[in-house]
């Protein structure tokens, strides 16, 4: 744990991104909390620029920017958080049966996963959450189902080279059970890259949320960034504002998980990370 | 030499998963008609057919909606196949006509997007790998990372903000100005001034990815044994990273962007509708306003198809470029 | 300076980076290299020969490691203090050098030719390429120089790989060629080719060689003269005779005693043992992998018979791709055999056919010592741990499993606190021990050891070796050895089976095989050992060639 740390501090972009992070979740639970009051509500003027008494300006109705933004942070990270947990367990399993036994099932899930991996996957994101009605459970259901093939690959690829170890074959040989062998065994050891690439799939699902909310297809009942922008666009050269602030929250929070994520990747692979980053 | 054999062999797999992948997605698409809440007809008659009882019972008789389900599927694959999309009562027009009428545009902005970034990304990266360290590299890096971590959309949003309202450089939106003379040339230049800011747009999210890829690529390949067989056989550092490195390290960079083709085509959905940019993806975007499903389906239909010419230019570069995959090794 | 040494190295030491495991990779090392004369720098892992090469050629790895104080004298220039472009016009020119690896030593996107050809490009001689490059290729051994030309490497092994290895270092007609452990990644036979190959061009063109190995048998085989280095320092050097017959240096004793030698020593009868395992018929295939490539099936074992004596080490012996690994691997069930039977005194019926679920309850029965002590221990977990899992999946209680790792360890000769640490506290002969003492858990009666010794350095595998001896001593032990060296196997076999290409050529008691080896395979491939003359002194016939 103290040699985990140690690597991870060296890198001052990921220290960055982990300040920024924990700002971002602060607001998203306790920011409700500190500016109670709906973000839907009508408070003023439409279209007031960014002052001292809304920070943020007002939006094409009059609702205060800031209260949005705010209010907003909770819809991103828990659909963020949840849909990737989904879609890295869904991976995760498929990965590890297809890596350990090879054959049939590997091939299936070859197919499968190229299958998901070639076809649009925003457009079918966007169908899903259009045939099952926006909320926030659709959206987190077609994030999930267009983002598990990564990771299912990346599992695979880790339990095919594993396999192959001779500690492994050595756990055969002993006589262990094969459930033993592949999660006593096998995946401790492929837990790293596993966890790297969770805490980028976190990002890559927010900005997808962010995306399907700016085309209309959020959830109605809450606020999200994405809808923010999308609902200003009309007024976009006039009261900038709106566009600019939630777009900055999102890149923010998405860049701050990039960030970690990096430092995550040189503290857990320092092999690996010596050579060249990605 | 096999090469013939093993190029017709390559483009015969391609034929055929094409056709596979088109199918699946076709039995995809009438599931998912299927799994939308309420009578199938009105979901496939869209908000302003429901309406009409007529235009109901000709779609329940067109899909033979009383049949069972696989004479069903039989049936709406038999109809794909042929070219029938469906019929969309809004725009009073064929899906497929629709459709067709605007695919060249997204190719136009997608290919472009593609290719702008595949190029730039790699030289950036490549750049950056041959700059380690140094403030090129740093710069780059962060720029990259930046890109990454941004909406397509805000960014779409925010170049229109800069570049056209505040600099006037570039039109906001639609792909042709009215203004312009009946000369092919002067048209196809109009075309590409608007085409200057949604291409970038969707392209520079590949460009920040293909430059950390190809960046690490190359300092991954400096590792690599036969790099030190070239150091040794005292060639100059310029030789090394071009003929050596170069080729072998941007493999893999050309794998990635055929797999994120897909990605890349979503992604034009999301830019046309900022742009207004006159292709498929925009007509999702109306497909959906209109909860017009035969649209959103055709679309993500001939996206499907999209990708996987994509893909062929992809896997021909690949070919072209390791002597190892041309030989069938 | 001395005008007749090619190279004169003085007082060189190489630093390493702050917190490796001493300050320098190589300290005050002096000597020189003679013209046309082969020398080697022999030592284990860690002695910094490697890095003596890369020195000299300016290729040493990234700026932390670097020359620290010394000279190297080449041409009238020190090339310690060279710039590194005025380096590159030496590389490859007037010094060349070979590696370890040939099968990723070549670009794979360039022809081979085009390869060689850069040679002559980049260093002004670009108008003799044309006529040049096939001539080359005809003159290391390769078949029809002006195809290979337009190959790419994926086609050719790893043999003609260094064979085109060679051809470029030697392009340029330099003075000084350095090869890296060029032959440790091939197999025995073509080793012995490459090795020719090198001394008779060596010969023809006056180029003085510096050649680093591990391996005495190399030496013996083509060295005028031999440096010994350890721990970054050169120990002991001089004439290649001397040094082998008569080493000074405590050090060179030590590794040239832990060398297994050719003539297996006299071996206690076994015609009273009890049989403890019967192998017959064992047969295995290996069908190709789907998809659209019709690549052959490998019929990697080829009816496989044998039986081996309790206190009987039954060594395998066979190149890679004789089927030795898979058939270690049917035995244990890691692999299932298409055919043949197993019987084991004490088990109930075929081994090899019964269903897994029996199987499980028999396994105890067969256990298996893995070849890479680096990868044969999982990572994450405890060494206790990793001894005790056998037992405690067989059903043994944890304090009767927790009471025989102790016990294990002891007999494996490391201490109890080993339990509680991780596999990569340990080097990696103490992580062969513990390999060991997994296998032994279980009490098996048929222990199988698929190359145990091969990944590690000379002085370390003679302890291990002793321990395996010790152990199967004491617990009566059959053994089942896999090895692709012959000399190893010398060594420690009672009885000797010889694979190739999935068939048992020969099979007998190891006195006879090595002495009079009576199949034209085995033959062939005791000749092809290096330094046969040196490591077999009452061999005639190998003495006679080396002489002639």
Redesign the interface.
Known sequence: MKDFWAIYRRNK?SIIGLVILVVVLIVALAGPLLMPGDPWEIKARPLLPPSTTFLMGTDVLGRDVLAGVVHGAQVSLLIGLVSTLVAVTLGLLLGAFAGYFGGPVD?IVVRITE?V????????A???V????PSIGSIVISIAVVTWPPVCRLVRAEFMSLVQ???V?????????TA?IIFR?IL??ALSPIIVMASLMV?TAI?TE??LS????GDPNRISW?YM??AA?SA??QA?WI??FP?AA??LT??AI??VGEGLNDALNPRLAR???? | MSGGLNTARFLGGWLLKSAA?LL??MT?NFF??R???GDPAVVMAGEAGASDAQFLEQIRKDYGLDRPLPEQLLNYVTNVAKGNLGYSYRNRRPVADMILERLPATMLLTVSAFVLALLLGTALGVLA?AREGRWQDGAITVVA??F???????VG??M??FFS?YLGWFPAFGMASFTVSGNAFARALDTTWHLVLPAFTLGLFYVATYA??A??????V??QDFVRTARAKGLPPGRILRAHMLRNALLPVITFAG?Q???L???A??VE??FAWPGIGRL??EG??Q?D?NL??G??LL??M???VI?LMTDLLYRVADPRVRAGA | MNETLVIDIRNLSVALPPGADRPFAIEDVSFALLPQEVLCIVGESGSGKSLTSQAIMGLLPGPEVHIASGSIHFEGRDLATLEDREMQALRGARIAMIFQEPMTALNPVMRVGDQITEMFRFHGRAHEAADRVVELLGAVGLPDPASIKDAYPFRLSGGQRQRVMIAMALALDPAVLIADEPTTALDVMTQKQILALIKDLQRERHTSCLFITHDFGVVAEIADRVGVMQSGKLVEIGPAREILEQPQHPYTRRLIAAVPRLEPPDRAPLSDRKTIVEVKGVDKTYASR?GWLKRRPVHAVKDASFSVRSGETLAIVGQSGSGKSTLARCM?R?VDADAGSMTLAGAEGDLLRMSKSRF?RH??LV??V???PY???????RVGDIIA??ML??GHPRDAAAARVKSLLELVQLDASAAERFPHEFSGGQRQRI?IA?AL??EPKLLVADEPVSALDVSIQAQVLELLAEIQQRLDLAVLFITHDLRVAAQIADTVAVMHQGEIVEHGPARRIFLEPQHEYTRALIAAIPGRAWLAPSDRIARQEATS
């Open positions: 972009g091939d299958f991996q070639t076809i649009p996957s925003f457009i079918l966007m169908v899903l259009a045939v099952l009605g170890r001779e500690f074959e050595a756990a055969v040989v002993s006589g262990q059970r033993n065994e401790p050891n990002a900005l962010s995306a700016f085309m209309g297809l994405g922008i999308g666009r976009l050269r900038w566009s600019v777009g999102i890149f998405v860049l990039n960030l050579r060249g980053r990605v | 992948v699946a997605v995809l998912l008609l799994l939308a809440p790998a990372l930046a990454y971590a941004m909406p397509l959309f805000w949003l925010l229109i903000l309202a950390r890829l960046r690490a690529s190359i300092l991954e400096k590792h797999i083709a897909g990605q085509v979503g992604g959905v999301v509708t900022v999702a975007f959906l306003l909860r499903y959103l389906m679309v993500f996206s499907a999209m990708v996987m893909n | 789907g244990v890691l499980h396994r105890p256990q298996m893995f070849q890479d990868a044969s221990l999982n990572p994450r977990h899992k056998g999946a067989q390999g997994r858990a279980l």
